[in-house]
Each structure stands twice: as structure tokens, then as C-alpha cells.
């Protein structure tokens, strides 16, 4: 019985071996996460985000925790392209999942370089454009709260991956997030993921300063869990339900329950993020956790389990 | 088939509490012993590694045992998991002891205190780098502040057992007397004493020991005692306005330090970058992030930028 669940879903035609991803920020560059889990059982993996030029970050304190939450500030530091191609991606290169990297830069030109840099690369499935990214000055998420300017570094990434899968990762920190949904499909996002952290604050009483040296974070773990299924749903009702673009949901994402959640939402995979934190095995628990909830309700594959809804 | 990858264990791993000791006012030491692949991964284990333990499933002590300053947050719920380092380790036959001195600070080692005898504890670890002995040290200074002093114990301990030749020295300084995280005996810390290791005892307002700050005293004993600044290390972990001073008076005598630096992590193996600490690129006069997790927690007093 239980070999006969499939739980492989079609991410914008690539194949996926289980609806599983490890979300970018959380699963470090490559196989971080190795010491811990076997890697190689996840469906897909997000990397850390790149730029262009190597990033020092913001200073700390960078996180602090909240009620089933937590925020962070990390400020994109990352390795830069250059590092991430002569280090990283021969690691990359030996790893089963299907690997995404997530890319950001502080203007359009910089998205670009990066996307055509990657796109050579025959290990990576695909980009993922971080145009919601609340914690740096330039660029991150002032691009992904204009549909103007969503379309245009869209569009432009598009030109530059060739045929590599474009997601696109959408802010919830918007009036209504369909509507930059649609401006990234229209533009030719081949996938969108959501939703980033929301942009938060956390005072110290005594000091009356923020506790974190960039004042603001970005809020994630369980407690936007309700909310971000909210946005997979109605983003999938509003933009997705019936064009071939995936979505890849995420938001505090902790158990399988958590993940079936999304993909009744509307999702097609799921992306865990704050949970590795916790335990780093967690993904692929989940893994496990889904092809029992499959088992149990006799659905035979995933797929049909995506978008049930019923209201 | 997916090829199994796992590169080194590390967990999550269960403990088993064994004790879990209140010392004085605020301070605990909690006892978790781990039986096979945990109990290998912690066998050899280094002083100045850590652990990060999941504390959400603890639950709260009565409010009337709960300490009036945090009384009011107490019932904030934990996510994250706690990074902690350990003061002692004992490895026998097919099990592995490791200790944790503990302060109470917030929710979550609010409820650390409520673990009792074979309560079950998820530990992910042994994590970071531990303190390094070079060759040829004839001396070794352990100077802590406060919490400081627990992987300073355990680094006594490892001195004396492998590296009997070496002269060792602990200056353990407090605000107070009360704030000293150590069971005494004749008023000396009794694992010191244990350890066969001379100890001197400061505290900021003089209600033990010299008054006055453990780094003066430091600094004094330096200065006292001319020693060859080859033949010397110095160890340290404490807060970081205390431990910048120790690095200086580590740079102007030209004695080689370690320093253990602390700092907020939501992973503590190296996925959230949040515990960032700022570094002197070598060869330049730029500054880089390291990560107090994985680069650390042990590092070389030269080159941490402190900015206090």
C-alpha cells in the first residue's frame, strides 16, 4: 500500500521527488545541513541569498525571539557570486534535491548579473528572486511592494535566466498581494513562493530602544503560520488556480499537518524555514509525515490534493 | 533509493536528566547523560564547545517560586532552542555526563529549573570550537566574570588531567559575592579546588575576595609575576566590556588569549548567521563578520573588535 503513494509533484516542469523544500536564509548555502539530515531526501533546496558582491550583514544583535516567533535581521549577508560559484556549487553539484538559488541585489542591473551568471550552471534548477527581503536599505522589498517595479525586475530576470525556472518570492507586506502576484505571472515568474517575513518590531522596556541594531526584522516561525495560508489560498484563487504556475508555500511551517495545510491552500510544495532552526531533521520529517497522511486519507498522489479547498 | 549523506552527528539527541542542583540564590548546574551515538558524540567533546538544548517543552515552576522580576514574562512561550556551554564532562563505559551551569536570566532558563531526575532533554551538540592548548605553555590564567566560569571549569579540569606540567591560575570575579556561581568550601570554589587549581576571587564590591574588577587583578598578578609572555596563555569568558579589557591587557603583555564570546543565535550551527561577531580581516584593515557559532565560540583575543 504505502509504496504505491506518490507524492512527487511537477514544480513549472521539473520534477520533484517529494513537495519538500528547505526555504533560503534557513539551509545555509549547500549542504549545511548535511551534519544533520540526509539532504538528499528533500524535494527541493533554497540557498542562502546571493548578491552580486559579498555582503557583511548587519550588526547584531540580528535576532531575538518573540511569542512562537522570532525576528531576524541578518541584512543579506552572504558570500557574494563569485565565493558561492568557486565554493559552494561544486557541493551543489553533487546533491540530488532539485537546487534553487535565491539571488537579491539593490537594483535591477545587479539581478540581472547575477541571473546570467547562474543561469550556466547545469546544477541549478532554478532562481529564486528575492524582491521581499525587509531588512536592508537598498533594494529587497522596496521592489516587491510596487507591481511597476515587480514587473520590471521581473521581466528582466526572465531575459536573463534562460531556461532556468524563475519563482519569484512574494511580501505579505502589501495591500493586497494579488495584485503583485499578477504583476510577477505576467511578467513571466514560472513559479511563486510566499510569503517572506513580515517586517516587525520588539522593544526593550528598560532602554526603550529596539532590541535589534537594524530597529526593524522580519517576523516568521509559527506564528504567521495562519496568515501565510490565508495569502497561499488566496493568491491561488486569484492569480494561479488555472494557469500552470506553482506555488511554493511557506510561513512557519513546523509539522507535516502544517504542510498538508498549504497544499490543500493551494500550494504545490511547501518551503521549511524557521523549524530548521529547531530541528534541523525537520524537512524531512515532514516528508515522512505527508506520505502517512496520503496513506491514511487513500490519496493516491499528492496532486490531487492540492487546491481542495472546499468552502 | 536516495544515498543516505550524513556527514557527522550531531544530533538532535535525547538526554536524560540525572540532577539538576541549585547553587546559591540564582545559579543551577544541570546534569544530562547521554547513552549511544550521543554519548560517542559528546565523549569527545572539547571545554569552550556548546550545546543548544530545546526547552519548550519544560513547564513553568508555581508563581510563587518564579523570581519577581520575571514573574511578569514568565508566561511567554519558547521557540527557539537555548545554546549553553558545559563546565564538566564524564565519559564512562558506553555513557557521556555533561554539566551545564546555568543562570537564571528568562522564560526559558525559568523553566531549565523545573528539569528533574530522568526527565528527557533534546541536545544538538557538541557545537563551535572549544579552547585549543598550544605547545610549550608553562602557564595558563583562567580569568571569568560571573557565568563565565563554567567552561573555564571544564578547561581546569582538561589542564590538570592531560596537561599536568602546566601551572594553572583561576581570577574568578562577581559583582558579588552572592553572584558567584560556584559551591564554595572554605570560601574557594570547590571545583577549583578539586582541580588542585589555585583560585583568586574578586568581587565589585568587595563582600568576597579582592574588591574590586577581576581584570585589576589580573593586570596586577601580571605585573607581579614576570612571566615569560611565550611561555603564558590566558583563557577567558565573561561579559564583553570584561572581556575587552582582558584582551588588551592580553595584547600590551604579548601573552597569547582565547576568549569565549556569547551571543544571541537562533540555530547555533550555522544557518541564521545571527550571532555575528565582528572580526579583523586579516591583511587588511577592514573588518568581517565570523559567526560565534561555527568560527567560534572560541576566539583569539586579537581578533575580536570589541565596541562597547
Known amino acids: 500500500m504505502k509504496e504505491k503513494i506518490d507524492i512527487s509533484v511537477d514544480f513549472a516542469g521539473v520534477r520533484l521527488a517529494n513537495p519538500v523544500f528547505t526555504a533560503s536564509g534557513t539551509c545555509g548555502y549547500a549542504d549545511e545541513l548535511a551534519d544533520f539530515a540526509n539532504i538528499n531526501a528533500l524535494g527541493g533546496f533554497i540557498t542562502k541569498s546571493i548578491t552580486l558582491k559579498p555582503r557583511k550583514g548587519n550588526p547584531t544583535p540580528r535576532i531575538v525571539e518573540t511569542d512562537s516567533g522570532m525576528l531576524n535581521a541578518i541584512g543579506l549577508a552572504n558570500i557574494g557570486l563569485e565565493n558561492f560559484l568557486k565554493e559552494k556549487l561544486p557541493i551543489i553539484e553533487k546533491m540530488t534535491a532539485k537546487v534553487f538559488v535565491n539571488i537579491a541585489g539593490e537594483t535591477i542591473d545587479e539581478y540581472v548579473a547575477v541571473a546570467q551568471r547562474l543561469s550556466a550552471e547545469k546544477a541549478i534548477a532554478g532562481l529564486e528572486l528575492n524582491i521581499s527581503c525587509p531588512n536592508v536599505k537598498k533594494g529587497g522589498i522596496t521592489f516587491g511592494t510596487d507591481p511597476a517595479q515587480v514587473a520590471e525586475v521581473t521581466s528582466a530576470a526572465k531575459k536573463a535566466v534562460g531556461g532556468k525556472i524563475l519563482m519569484v518570492k512574494l511580501s505579505p507586506c502589501v495591500t493586497d498581494i494579488s495584485v503583485i502576484a499578477r504583476a510577477a505571472v505576467d511578467s513571466g515568474a514560472d513559479a511563486l513562493s510566499l510569503i517572506n517575513t513580515f517586517t516587525a518590531m520588539v522593544i526593550d522596556i528598560e532602554t526603550a530602544r529596539p532590541v535589534l541594531a537594524n530597529k526593524t526584522g522580519g517576523l516568521s516561525g509559527p506564528a504567521i503560520k495562519p496568515i501565510a495560508v490565508y495569502l497561499v489560498n488566496k493568491v491561488y484563487n486569484e492569480v494561479t488556480k488555472n494557469t500552470k504556475i506553482p506555488i511554493l508555500g511557506m510561513g512557519g511551517i513546523r509539522n507535516a499537518s502544517d504542510a498538508i495545510e498549504f497544499i490543500i491552500a493551494g500550494a504545490t510544495a511547501v518551503g521549511i524555514g524557521t523549524a530548521n532552526f529547531i530541528d534541523p531533521a525537520c524537512a524531512i520529517k515532514i516528508i515522512e509525515g505527508i506520505k502517512k497522511y496520503c496513506a491514511r486519507k487513500k490519496i493516491e498522489s499528492i496532486k490531487e490534493l492540492i487546491g481542495t479547498l472546499e468552502i | ?308
Not at chain 2, 63 to 92: A, G, H, T, W, Y
Not at chain 2, 277 to 298: F, H, M, Q, W
Open chain 2, 1 to 308: 533509493m536516495t544515498k543516505e549523506r550524513i556527514k557527522s552527528n550531531k544530533g538532535p539527541f535525547t538526554a536524560t536528566v540525572t540532577a539538576n542542583k541549585r547553587i546559591g540564590e540564582r545559579f543551577y548546574r544541570l546534569r544530562l547523560e547521554f547513552a549511544g551515538a550521543g554519548a560517542r558524540a559528546f565523549a569527545k567533546a572539547q571545554p569552550g564547545q556548546f550545546v543548544e538544548l530545546d526547552l519548550s517543552t519544560a513547564t513553568l515552576p508555581p508563581p510563587d517560586s518564579i523570581p519577581e522580576n520575571l514573574l511578569d514574562v514568565s508566561s511567554r512561550n519558547i521557540l527557539l532552542r537555548r545554546p549553553f556551554s558545559f563546565c564538566d564532562l564524564n565519559s564512562k563505559g558506553s555513557k557521556t555526563c555533561v554539566e551545564i551551569l546555568y543562570c537564571v536570566v528568562g522564560p526559558a532558563s525559568l523553566r531549565m529549573t523545573t528539569l528533574s531526575k530522568n526527565d528527557l532533554v533534546s541536545v544538538i551538540g557538541p557545537l563551535g570550537n572549544g579552547f585549543s592548548i598550544p605547545e610549550g605553555k608553562k602557564t595558563a590564567l583562567l580569568v571569568s566574570g560571573g557565568m563565565g566560569a563554567g567552561p573555564l571549569l571544564h578547561l581546569a579540569k582538561i589542564l590538570k588531567e592531560k596537561h599536568a606540567k602546566i601551572n594553572v591560575i583561576a581570577i574568578v570575579g562577581a559583582k558579588t559575592a552572592k553572584e558567584l556561581p560556584f559551591e564554595m568550601q572554605k570560601s574557594q570554589p570547590k571545583d577549583f579546588k578539586k582541580y588542585k587549581v589555585k583560585s583568586q576571587i574578586t568581587t565589585d564590591d568587595g563582600s568576597l575576595g579582592i574588591k574590586g574588577f577581576v581584570t585589576d587583578c589580573l593586570l596586577e598578578w601580571l605585573n607581579k609575576n614576570k612571566l615569560t609572555a611565550e611561555d603564558t596563555i590566558i583563557y577567558s569568558c565573561g561579559p564583553e566590556a570584561m572581556l575587552a579589557r582582558v584582551a588588551e591587557i592580553a595584547k600590551q603583555h604579548k601573552i597569547d588569549c582565547q576568549i569565549s564570546m556569547e551571543r544571541m543565535m537562533a540555530c547555533g550551527f550555522g544557518l541564521c548567521q545571527s550571532c555575528a561577531v565582528e572580526c579583523r580581516a586579516a591583511g587588511s584593515n577592514e573588518t568581517i563578520y565570523k559567526l560565534c557559532c561555527k568560527d567560534g565560540p572560541v576566539f583569539d583575543s586579537k581578533e575580536v573588535v570589541f565596541r562597547l
